[in-house]
């Protein structure tokens, strides 16, 4: 079975290399050093098609071209994906919870000197991700293909649009289509939604094998 692929972005060097020795048997590192531009760093993100990210909280300690920090590159990725597994390693934990969405992802530094627990937390995450699309999307299909055979009632026809809005926001929440354009959609041009949902179903496999 194939590694699961995280990126692991911080400005230090050494601390990157420290994180690939930790999860060497457990994944695949794509190393991202920040850049001066927050979407610019946040596009070699996606661009790296990683599975997780886990980011520095201070990401211009060691680079003062830097103006953000972990907490706002993991918001803009949750902006971009919501639900998405996201995490934040540090060594100012008290400073990363306080200017932090939330405090479940935040953990410090000293838990890689500590055994495995950190990433047996970040490999759950992702599995729990990847399954939950896996069974919108089973859904999705399931309604469809009822949606053959029988008009669909009101209630289907309500969770058929809810669970495709939640795969659109997993998979690029900054360009779902509103609830209200898909009201009057046919169940043949919802069929068409679920290519961003294959390719994700492809990938999924991949991992797999």
């Known amino acids: ?32 050093a920040p850049k001066p531009v927050l979407k610019d760093t946040i ?5 790296s098609n990683c599975d997780a990210v886990i980011a520095d ?7 003062p071209t830097i103006h953000y920090d972990g907490t706002d590159l993991v918001r803009a990725v949750l902006k971009k994906r919501e639900g998405f597994p996201v995490f934040i390693l540090t ?36 599995e729990k ?26 209630f289907e026809k309500e969770e058929l649009n809810d669970l495709d809005s939640k795969i659109e926001k997993a998979l690029d929440k900054e360009s779902q289509v509103p609830a209200i354009l898909k009201d009057d959609k046919q169940a043949g041009e919802l069929v068409d939604l679920l290519k961003a949902v294959d390719k994700l179903a492809e990938k999924l496999n991949k991992k797999d094998e």
């Not at 596009?43 to 661009?47: F, L, N, Q, S, T």
């Not at 400073?95 to 055994?115: P, T």
């Not at 069974?135 to 669909?152: A, F, G, M, T, Y």
Request: proline share 2%; hydrophobic share 35%; aromatic share 12%.
């Open 57 to 63: 909280f201070d990401l211009a300690e060691q680079d």
């Open 43 to 47: 596009k070699e993100v996606m661009d």
């Open 129 to 154: 991700y990847k399954h939950q699309l896996e069974v919108d999307e089973n859904r999705i299909i399931e309604l469809l293909q009822e949606s053959q055979k029988r008009p669909l009632d009101a």
């Open 1 to 32: 079975m194939a590694k699961f692929n995280i990126a692991y972005i911080d400005e230090s060097g050494a601390d990157t290399r420290r994180f690939q020795r930790f999860a060497f048997s457990y994944f695949d590192v794509s190393p991202i």
């Open 91 to 126: 060594s100012f934990e008290d400073d990363a919870i306080s200017k932090g969405d939330d405090v479940n992802i935040v953990y410090e530094k000293k838990e890689l000197e500590h055994g495995n627990k950190f990433l047996d937390r970040v490999k759950a995450q992702i």
